[in-house]
Nanobody
Framework: QVQLVESGGGLVQAGGSLRLSCAVSGNICSISAMGWYHQAPVKQRELVAV???????NYADSVKGRFTISRDNAKNTVYLRMNRLKPEDTAVYYCNSLIQGANYWGQGTQVTVSS
């Protein structure tokens, strides 16, 4: 059983910062890519950032220069540092991990940015 547990969401004013964490636990041999997605009301879930096992990263255009994804392989944890937050960043943020060919999702954490 693999579990992804997110933390770090909350309410912040525009221009502020938050750091999301996602800890992966369970029967894990190796984790390939780890990523963050977000889903705003009445919108589809979209990729925010992804980091490979080798440390390569990719970001959505809307967050480039503001968000940073990182991972601690010893802790099976992925982070998302979000700076200069905007109201349009408001969404539920989901952690995703590719483990031994299967995709796993966290339960989501709400990020709300007030103007």
């Amino acid at each position: 059983q693999v579990q992804l547990v997110e933390s770090g969401g909350g309410l912040v004013q525009a221009g502020g910062s938050l750091r999301l964490s996602c800890a992966v636990s369970g029967n894990i041999c190796s984790i390939s890519a780890m990523g963050w997605y977000h889903q705003a009301p009445v919108k589809q879930r979209e990729l925010v950032a992804v980091i490979t096992g080798g440390g390569s990263t990719n970001y959505a255009d809307s967050v480039k220069g503001r968000f940073t994804i990182s991972r601690d392989n010893a802790k099976n944890t992925v982070y998302l540092r979000m700076n200069r937050l905007k109201p349009e960043d408001t969404a539920v943020y989901y952690c995703n991990s590719l483990i031994q060919g299967a995709n796993y999702w966290g339960q989501g954490t709400q990020v709300t940015v007030s103007s």
